[in-house]
């Protein structure tokens, strides 16, 4: 008997080790928003972030093999295209985070970005959301909250309620930025009481694991200033946010409208490429340079600082953050004009969109999006699911995402909610 591929998978890979969609898709090749199975069937890929600027873009792939055939090593030895990537980089940001450590997963960023609030601050404290993810080492793992760590949460680690568009924090819209910001404020309290005082506050400014929620310029403001008056860090995580995806800014936090004094990022930062970042304010970089004697040695090589500085040529020459912003109107338009009774909201901002649906009981329609998802697929088009209860259709096509893809996705939603049987 011929072993399938996903036998041979967990033959070598070990169990339970996670695929998307109930038939696994097999795909061998990619181009700009489309991909292609091994059968020789073509997806609109509307759901990875990682291919920011189109799959196997040919200025990226031009100038990783280029770098590739002259010369690559670690960051120990001197080289100009790092220093050129984190120039460029920080030109982009208005903060003072202009210095930056190159790793190469989002993982690692976030990892070092919340040991070098410890070192800041002299306390050892983290708030997040309580359904965040922020990547897999040790650390950060401890604010995940779809697999608790072994042995339960570090008692320095506090997880407060996610914003909310349709079940907002506190009860209501006008008072969900207030409440949140009480629950951080208590959250402070207990680190104080327990001795761990706090050193920062973590969050994607799109909330994007909790939902997309919509919430307006601003709405961190109460939570921030709680933050500085004990002394803590913010700290933004830039991984699906940033680098224009949101249309009307760069980055995340300059669209939610607070200034970090640490930015993550990752994935879409080389294509595909394995490169991330974290900058930080000077101060906070030289008390974590003090404090620990890191190195990593792939983080800033100059291939994978090449791929970087070809994703930014791309975005400024190909105009991906105006087409973010047009693209993502006429997208939410589109979608907003779809008529199903389970439909809650639909949300977005520039290219990431989010359709959440609830049962006529006000209960989370979580299999019949898992249903609906499928059916997508079935037809050709890849998206998933958000939230806390993986109700919310989860759409965030690579940036070169146009109109015509757009009535694409929104052509064949409403054929599949048309025929997809409502369960819940």
Not at 228 to 251: C, N, T, Y
Request: glycine content about 10%.
């Amino acid at each position: 008997m011929t072993e399938s591929l996903l036998e041979r998978r967990a033959r070598l890979m070990g169990p339970n080790v996670p695929t998307f969609y109930r038939q696994p898709l097999h795909l061998v090749r990619g181009e700009g928003v489309w991909l292609w199975d091994a059968a020789g069937k073509r997806y609109l890929d509307c759901y990875n972030n990682v291919p920011h600027v189109g799959h196997c873009h040919p200025h990226v792939v031009q100038a990783i093999c280029a770098q590739a055939g002259v010369l690559n090593t670690h960051t120990r030895y001197l080289h100009e295209t790092a220093l050129d990537l984190i120039d460029r980089l920080g030109a982009t940001m208005h903060h003072g985070t202009t210095q930056a450590i190159l790793t190469c997963t989002g993982s690692e960023a976030n990892d070092i970005a919340l040991r070098m609030a410890q070192a800041a601050t002299g306390k050892t404290g983290i708030i997040a959301t309580d359904n965040t993810y922020h990547g897999n080492t040790a650390l950060v793992s401890q604010l995940s909250t779809r697999k608790p760590p072994i042995g339960g949460y570090a008692k320095n680690v506090k997880l407060v309620p996610a914003p909310d568009s349709l079940r907002p924090v506190g009860g209501s819209i006008e008072g969900q930025a207030a409440a949140f910001a009480a629950n951080v404020a208590r959250a402070v309290a207990e680190l104080e009481a327990d001795g761990f005082g706090l050193s920062c506050m973590l969050i994607c400014p799109l909330f994007a694991n909790e939902g997309l929620p919509d919430l307006a310029p601003g709405f961190l403001d109460p939570t921030v200033q709680v933050i500085r008056k004990a002394g803590g860090l913010m700290i933004a995580d830039e991984v699906q946010p940033g680098f224009g995806r949101s249309g009307s800014h760069f980055w995340g936090h300059d669209r939610l409208g607070f200034a970090p004094d640490v930015v993550t990022m990752g994935k879409p930062m080389g294509n595909g490429h394995p490169v991330a970042a974290v900058f930080a304010t000077p101060a906070v970089m030289a008390t974590f340079r003090e404090a620990f004697g890191y190195f990593n040695t792939f983080g800033g090589n100059p291939v994978s600082a090449a791929a970087a500085m070809a994703v930014l040529d791309v975005i400024e020459n190909e105009g991906l953050q105006d087409n973010a912003r047009t693209t993502g109107a006429y997208m939410l338009e589109r979608l907003r004009a779809l008529r199903h009774p389970w439909i809650a909201q639909v949300r977005g901002a520039g290219q990431f969109y989010g359709v959440e649906f609830l049962t006529d009981d006000g209960a989370p329609a979580t299999a019949f999006v898992a249903d609906v998802i499928e059916a997508m697929v079935a037809r050709g088009v890849i998206l998933n699911n958000i939230g806390k209860h993986r109700n919310t259709l989860k759409m965030r096509p690579p940036m070169p995402f146009n109109r015509e893809h757009a009535d694409i996705v929104a052509d064949t939603l409403a054929v599949v909610l048309a025929t997809t049987p409502v369960r819940a």
